[in-house]
C-alpha cells in the first residue's frame, strides 16, 4: 500500500506502471469471474435459481448446503481483497466522485453477497437482487479500472 | 487519513464480519462445535457413516487458507498503526496470539488424525479466538474512522 503515500502518483513513472500491471490482472480476473460463473453457478436468473434449487424437469440436483456455503465463502474473500486494492487506487488516482463511487461499488457488492444466502435460504425472489446487483458492481468496478488506467497512463511517461 | 480511505476501511469492516459469519456457518454445518463432532469429521465415525479425512484430504484444505490467513491477518493488523492503540505490548501480543490461533487453526487437524485427540478442542478454541481477535480489531478500526 505504498502508492497510499506516495505524493504524485502520476509522475512516479515505476509505481506508476506497477498499479497499471495490477490494474490489468484485476481487470483479467473480473472478466474471468463472469466467464467461470456463467459456465457454472450461472449468471441469470434462471440459472442461478436452477443451481441453487435445483430442476425436476431437467434432473438437476439442488445446490448442496456445504458447496453453497463453501462457494459464498470464497466469493466473500476475493471480492473483499480485489475491492479493498482497486478502491484504494481509485481513490489516490480520482479527484471527483470517488467517495459516491465507492460507495455504490462496494453497497452493490455486499447486496449481491448477501442476497446469496437469502435466495439459498429463503426466497428465489432475491436472485434478481444478486444478479442486479453482481453486474451494476462489476460494472462500477470496470469503469473504476478503466478510468484509474486512463488517469495513470495520461500523466505517465 | 484521508476520509476517502477510511470509507475503503469501512467497508473492508463489514466485508470482513461477512466473511466470519459465513465461516461460522461453514464449521458448523460442516464440522460442528463439539469436541465430539470435531473428532467424528477428521478421524470418522462408521455408526454415523462419516468416513475418515486423510492428510491429503486435509492438506487440500487446508492450502489456500494458509495464503488466505496469512493475507487476511496481515492486512487487517496493518491497519492497527492508524488506532489509538497506544500500548506497544498490547499491540505486539495482538499481533503474536492472531498469528499463533491462526496456525493453530489450521494445522490441528493433522494433529487429530494422528491420533492426538486433544487437540479437537484446541482447534475449537483456536478457531474462537482468532475469530474473537479479528472482531477486536475490527471494533479498533471501526471506533477510529467513525
Partial sequence: MKFTVVKNIQKNSSMSLILRGFLLFILLYLISDVLVLKSG??????????????????????MNEASFLEFWHTQIFFIMMILLTLSSIFIRVANRSRAILTNALMLSAITSLISLPLTFYLSNFFTYIYVIAYFFWHAIALYMILYALWKLNATSV | MQQAYKLSIFYYILFSLLLILSAVMLFEHKIGFSYNSVLDYYIGNEDKFIPAQSAAGILKIVLPHIFVFGLFAMVLLHFLVFTDLKSRRVFLILIYVTFITALLDIFTPFMIISGWSFFAYIKILSFFTFLSLTLFTLWLLFRKIR
Fill in chain 1, 41 to 62: 453457478f450461472g449468471i441469470t436468473f434462471e440459472a442461478v435459481n436452477t443451481t441453487l434449487k435445483g430442476n425436476e424437469e431437467l434432473y438437476i440436483d439442488a
